[in-house]
């Protein structure tokens, strides 16, 4: 079946730095956007970043602007997420998904496989 599989999280300092991988296997990856979300206990997931098929447009949620990046290696069927000046309310599980499409959306309707997620704490 569709695996997303997420890595790089962990346990950071406010200030630090942490990067967050997706390999993506058993599903079409280069034609689609991608994108990251997040979720904390009690709230709903929310969009953090995505990127289109080609890596020609990226989405940022406001929160995260300056901070975070995320780039694509189509070859290897994976999508990064750097994220810079970490601060204790970035604290989440973080969702790599694909898109239903290679244009990149900030709604999770715009998105339709999901990969299990991975803990981010940033202490302060």
């Known amino acids: 079946q569709v695996q997303l599989v997420e890595s790089g999280g962990g346990l950071v300092q406010a200030g630090g730095s942490l990067r967050l991988s997706c390999a993506a296997s058993?599903?079409?990856?280069?034609?689609?956007?991608m994108g990251w979300f997040r979720q904390v206990p009690g709230k709903e997931r929310e969009f953090v970043i995505g990127?289109?098929?080609?890596?020609?447009?990226?989405k940022y949620a406001n929160s995260v602007k300056g901070r975070f990046t995320i780039s694509r290696d189509n070859a290897k069927n994976t999508v990064y997420l750097q994220m810079n000046s970490l601060k204790p309310e970035d604290t989440a599980v973080y969702y790599c998904?694909?898109?239903?499409?290679?244009?990149?959306?900030?709604?999770?309707?715009?998105?339709?496989?999901w990969g299990q997620g991975t803990q981010v704490t940033v202490s302060s």
């Open positions: 990127i289109s098929w080609s890596g020609g447009s990226i």
């Open positions: 058993r599903v079409t990856f280069s034609n689609y956007a």
């Open positions: 998904a694909r898109g239903n499409s290679g244009y990149v959306g900030a709604d999770s309707y715009n998105y339709n496989y």
